[in-house]
């Protein structure tokens, strides 16, 4: 599947071609509030986050989801320390 994610890296946003499974995504099903993170998705040597809500997915290269412990609360914070502005443009 593609889809657009914003690539934190470039600074912009691009075309990701991934593939959701159970063995590269981690789904967080009790999720209710539009920021809360939805899903965790190892693709291409980074880590594809996913809020509950229309933004982009954000990949951020060199991370994934072994280096956050499979965590939420971990995702989130790495969303939060990179301070992205206007990625839904």
Do not use: C
Not at 14 to 31: I, K, R
Not at 38 to 59: H, K
Not at 62 to 72: Q, R, T, Y
Request: hydrophobic share 35%; charged share 25%; net charge negative.
């Amino acid at each position: 599947m593609t889809t657009t994610a914003y690539n934190t890296s470039k600074q912009r946003l691009e075309t990701v071609d991934v593939e959701l499974t159970d063995q590269n995504t981690t789904w967080f099903d009790h999720s209710t509030n539009a920021q809360d993170i939805y899903t965790i998705t190892d693709v291409d040597g980074g880590l594809l986050i996913a809020e509950l809500n229309y933004n982009y997915p954000i990949w951020v290269d060199g991370v994934s989801k072994a280096d956050i412990n499979h965590s939420k609360r971990k995702a989130k914070n790495v969303v939060t320390s990179l301070k992205i502005i206007d990625r839904e443009k």
